[in-house]
């Protein structure tokens, strides 16, 4: 009887864990006949050992913690600086006019491409990537609160109106609420984003972080340790989004009437 | 009953709580609550050409009369009810209110939405409240007046509900006493029973006019439902639509509560159904 909600779950999820074992499977049959040097196509259960001998040894957890620290300030940084941007522009429409055009053009560029000029401006240090992952949180959490600001409904506009609502109480008891599902879709692209770029700036530069691991990995030919990196790296941001999203799914839970 | 001990509120601004001797401050609060509406005609532009919804419209609303507004769906009800509101102000003719032209919204005018229109984050209790947001008032106050008003309307026990949690006449229930909260002079109300059964409707329109009788408000209430128009206006406007404008006023002239049975009343229920184009129910089915 107990076992019964989990067991639900578990069924309504076999065919998405299905997929991650099939995967492995191709992997270790492929492997199995030795088309691929095995210092190349590393065995799967070779980079599962791989994987708890750095779990063992601490390092993957000291790398891991180092990544996590970086994402954490730089999504803060550019998370923040998103809302307070978002909502600027969504509450003083001539505020977008002047910067929207600029706002949309920024966008347009991956946000691996600022790399060079950033580590041109601020050397290789954690500045440069703190500021990378800033830009990266920033436009997902801008957008989606700016959306989530001009899309309040009008019909509860016309209530705050006529209660003569004032600054205070319109933020607190229409505008974020109403803009709340939306922003928080923001916040976790950006989250999912933010982890990634780390990643990607550790590559280029850095003596700790998952990255870091991985470039190391890589010069010193142990494809295995690029691997366990490639696999952390997957499950460290699955997990993360799915945290996000029951915050998400929770906080969305009214229903808000259509129109 | 609870609701006959309101406190009264701190408010500055209102006629019935200045000191002057009562004879004067009853004749100016009865001259500081009038609704004048003075030849009022209003369009929308659609596709960048004027579409007119109402021309003409004048009507008075003294205080603490109950007056219904019946009329074809899109012949401007609501949009009048914006008007007088104050929540749009792009029109043509004159609203004024105690003598004074309407401005915008004010705490004075009530309105409930066609639609209940609460905040679905918010809890009946959190949406009562709400509208004291432009107020100074302190908590105790507030909690006494929520707790009062949701009494009235009879929401005892789903205070603390979501309004997805509740029905849709109990959402409208929970709108009206917003909209009552603030004690305004004069309550619009949008088709606030459109969305009930039959036979909740009939228990509802009791309960506005106990509320209507408990508190002295003017209320402007819309309707499509004749009968209702009739078993609770003391006057009937009846619009016609296209663009939308006055073909009639009846004084009911009968004292409230009334038996809906009463021979008058079916008769004047006649009256009005004759001012509509169709008036097949009632010819062929008698
Ligand atoms: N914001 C708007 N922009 C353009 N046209 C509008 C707008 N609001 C209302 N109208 C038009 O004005 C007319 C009257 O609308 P209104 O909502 O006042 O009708 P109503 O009498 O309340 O109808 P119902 O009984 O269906 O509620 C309709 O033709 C509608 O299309
Ligand atoms: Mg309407």
């Known amino acids: ?259 | 009953m609870a609701v006959s001990k309101i406190v009264q509120l701190p408010t500055a601004n209102r006629a019935r709580e200045t000191h002057e001797p009562p004879s004067i401050a009853v004749a100016r609060r009865h001259h500081a609550t009038e609704l004048v509406v003075r030849n009022v005609s209003k369009s929308f532009n659609i596709d960048r050409r004027p579409l007119p919804v109402l021309q003409d419209i004048s009507l008075v609303a003294q205080p603490g009369q109950f007056i219904t507004i019946v009329g074809a769906s899109g012949c401007g009800k609501s949009t009048l009810l914006r008007l007088i509101a104050g929540l749009d102000r792009d029109f043509e003719g004159e609203i004024l209110f105690g003598g004074r032209p309407v401005s915008g919204p004010s705490l004075d005018r009530g309105l409930v939405f066609q639609d209940h229109r609460l905040f679905p984050w918010l809890t009946i209790e959190q949406n009562i409240a709400s509208a004291f947001s432009s107020r100074p008032i302190d908590t105790a106050t507030k909690r006494l007046l929520v707790k009062d008003h949701i009494a009235l309307v009879g929401l005892n026990g789903f205070e603390k509900a979501y309004p997805h949690q509740v029905s849709g006449g109990m959402a409208q229930r929970a709108a009206i006493a917003r909209a009552l909260v603030n004690e305004p002079d004069i309550l619009l109300l949008d088709e606030p029973l459109g969305a009930v059964d039959a036979l909740t409707r009939l228990y509802l329109q009791e309960e506005l006019q106990r509320i209507w009788l408990q508190k002295g408000v003017t209320m402007i209430m819309v309707t499509h439902d004749i009968e209702e128009a009739v078993f609770l206006g003391d006057q009937v406007i009846v619009l016609q639509p296209r663009p939308g404008r006055i073909s009639k006023v009846i004084d009911v002239g009968l004292t409230q509560p009334r038996d809906r049975e009463d021979s008058r009343i079916l008769k004047l229920k006649k009256e009005i159904l004759g001012e509509f184009h169709n008036p097949a129910p009632i010819n062929y089915s008698i």
């Open chain 1, 1 to 259: 009887m107990q076992l019964s909600p989990a067991f639900g779950w578990l069924l309504k999820r076999l065919p998405s864990l299905l997929s991650p074992f099939i995967l492995i499977g191709v992997w270790e049959l492929v492997a199995q006949t030795h088309l691929f040097a095995a210092n190349i196509l590393i065995p799967p259960q070779q980079v599962f050992r791989t994987f708890l001998d750095l779990l063992a040894d601490g390092e993957l957890i000291d790398n891991i913690k180092a990544s996590g620290a970086r994402v954490l300030s730089g999504f803060a940084i550019g998370a923040g600086a998103g809302l307070i941007a978002g909502m600027a522009m969504g509450l003083y429409p001539a505020l977008e006019r002047y910067f929207g055009l600029l706002f949309t053009v920024i966008r347009q560029v991956p946000f691996i491409a600022w790399a060079p000029l950033l580590i041109v401006a601020f050397g290789i240090g954690e500045t440069f990537k703190i500021i990378i992952i800033a830009n990266a949180a920033f436009f997902p959490v801008a957008l989606s609160t700016l959306d989530g600001v001009r899309n309040v409904p009008r019909h509860l506009k016309d209530v705050a109106a006529l209660f003569r609502f004032d600054r205070l109480a319109l933020m607190r008891s229409l505008v974020l609420p109403a803009a709340l599902p939306s922003i928080l879709t923001g916040v976790r692209l950006a989250l999912s984003r933010s982890w990634m770029i780390v990643v990607a700036a550790e590559l280029f530069a850095a003596s700790s972080g998952i990255g870091h691991m991985m470039d190391w990995g890589r010069q010193m030919f142990q494809i295995d340790v690029v691997m366990v990196g490639v696999v952390v790296t997957g499950v460290v941001g699955f997990i993360l989004d799915q945290m996000l999203r029951q915050v998400e799914a929770h906080f969305s839970s009214w229903k808000l009437p259509s129109r």
